[in-house]
Nanobody, 115 residues
């Protein structure tokens, strides 16, 4: 059973940084494709970053240049470094892992950015 546990959320002021982590267990992590999504109140879940098993990364324009996804295969962890946070980044952030044909989600971690 693959499990994902996010951590690192919290309350920050605009312009500050946060680093989210997602610990993935129950899978061959080095083969996992990992993503971060977020969902703000009343809005659809939004994709914000991906990293392939080979370390290739991609981002939507809304976070490109501010957010960085990375992975540590030795620690089974994928991280999201978020810089220059804005109030519109306030959301619940979710980690997703794809292993083979199956996709798994974490429980989410709240990020709140005050102006």
């Amino acid at each position: 059973q693959v499990q994902l546990v996010e951590s690192g959320g919290g309350l920050v002021q605009a312009g500050e940084s946060l680093r989210l982590s997602c610990l993935v267990s129950g899978s061959t992590f080095s083969a996992v494709i990992a993503d971060w999504y977020r969902q703000a109140p009343g809005k659809q879940r939004e994709w914000i970053a991906s990293i392939s098993s080979g370390g290739f990364t991609s981002y939507p324009d809304s976070v490109k240049g501010r957010f960085t996804i990375s992975r540590d295969n030795a620690k089974n962890t994928v991280s999201l470094q978020m810089n220059n946070l804005k109030p519109e980044d306030t959301a619940v952030y979710y980690c997703r892992a794809t292993s083979g044909r199956r996709t798994y989600w974490g429980q989410g971690t709240q990020v709140t950015v005050s102006s």
